[in-house]
């Protein structure tokens, strides 16, 4: 069973911080958190920020220089660390996981927590 938990989401005026945190877990495999994705109402949901399996970092154009993604090895949890937030950055942001079996390799599947509001007043 693979577990993503996200917190920290909630309200804030424009301009203002949060930080974002999603802590992974799994009974069989191992649960590795990657990205942090958002949807809004009608729309796909799109990437904001991802680790690759090199261990470098790549953003969305729209966040760049605003976010922050980082990580906890020892807690098994990453973090969104979210600054001079935007109106346009409300959405509910979902974590993003990939799973590894004992033998190192990678299971298929969509892995996804159960999303965390953000919401930013202007």
């Known amino acids: 069973q693979v577990q993503l938990v996200e917190s920290g989401g909630g309200l804030v005026q424009a301009g203002g911080s949060l930080r974002l945190s999603c802590a992974a877990s799994?009974?069989?495999?191992?649960?590795?958190?990657m990205a942090w994705y958002r949807q809004t109402p009608g729309k796909q949901r799109e990437l904001v920020a991802t680790?690759?399996?090199?261990?470098?970092?790549n953003y969305a154009d729209s966040v760049k220089g605003r976010f922050t993604i980082s990580r906890d090895n020892a807690k098994n949890t990453i973090y969104l660390q979210m600054n001079s937030l935007k109106p346009g950055d409300t959405a509910v942001y979902f974590c993003?996981?990939?799973?590894?079996?004992?033998?190192?390799?990678?299971?298929?599947?969509?892995?996804w927590g159960q999303g965390t509001q953000v919401t930013v007043s202007s």
């Open positions: 799994g009974s069989i495999f191992r649960v590795d958190p």
């Open positions: 993003n996981a990939e799973v590894v079996d004992y033998r190192g390799t990678y299971v298929p599947g969509n892995y």
């Open positions: 680790f690759t399996r090199s261990g470098s970092t």
